[in-house]
């Protein structure tokens, strides 16, 4: 498992989980008396209860490769609860890969979704089909960044780098756009410049060496 994680790009790899996430998973639904197999937990996402097992719910189905849970799963990428909106939309990514690539595309634009998690889960499945969308919410945040670093307090950006540096090959515009970021990026607010180190491979340098915001040095 550790070799292949290292051989994903690394929001890719953030997605991996190992046999103790779901030993840990398995432990908890058995607590709850909830069979750990894909229809008792595609019954707890389909009637919302309980609420707080849906997330774990979500990573479980993903885990053993549910592919009937797909549509309760995409069901659930606007749910009123953050954790489940996040957990689904990933779980959808880890199941079906570019299959749903038209479906992610959707989510960015859509009202009520996470877009850093939407964006994460494009990140990870890394389809070229998605450049347009991913460009058409970037373009605009990259200007606001370069306005006022301050301006993306939720680090979504993290997760729109992580895809476009995968694009590079395929749109040759993306390197401006990633260089005109480069330049901001060190003065990003919070805990982002440690999400850029762990998600995108062209600040993995910052994992050993991270960086002096100007007011800092």
């Excluded at 040759?172 to 805990?191: C, H, I």
Aim: glycine content about 4%; overall charge positive.
């Amino acid at each position: 498992m550790k070799t292949q994680s290292q051989a994903l790009h690394p929001s890719a790899a953030g997605l991996v989980r190992d046999d103790e996430d779901v030993r840990d998973d398995m432990a908890y639904f058995r607590k709850l008396g909830i069979s750990y197999e894909p229809k008792s937990l595609i019954e707890v996402l389909t009637r919302h209860k309980p609420k707080s097992a849906m997330p774990i719910a979500c990573h479980g189905l993903a885990d053993m490769r549910a592919r009937e849970a797909i549509p309760v799963l995409k069901s659930l990428a606007d749910f009123p609860m953050q954790d489940v909106k996040a957990t689904s939309v990933l779980a959808v990514a880890r199941l079906c890969g570019k299959d749903e690539t038209p479906w992610l595309v959707e989510c960015l634009t859509r009202k009520g979704t996470l877009k850093g998690y939407v964006l994460w889960a494009l990140a990870a499945v890394a389809d070229p089909r998605a450049y347009a969308a991913v460009k058409a919410w970037f373009v605009p945040q990259l200007r606001k960044l370069e306005r006022n670093p301050e301006g993306d307090s939720r680090g979504d950006v993290v997760f729109a780098v992580a895809y476009l540096e995968q694009m590079t090959q395929h749109y040759p515009e993306v390197s401006e756009f990633l260089e005109r970021f480069r330049k901001v990026a060190p003065q990003l607010p919070g805990n982002i410049p440690s999400e850029l180190a762990f998600f995108t491979r062209m600040f993995s340098e910052w994992e050993t060496n991270p960086p002096k915001r100007k007011r800092d040095a």
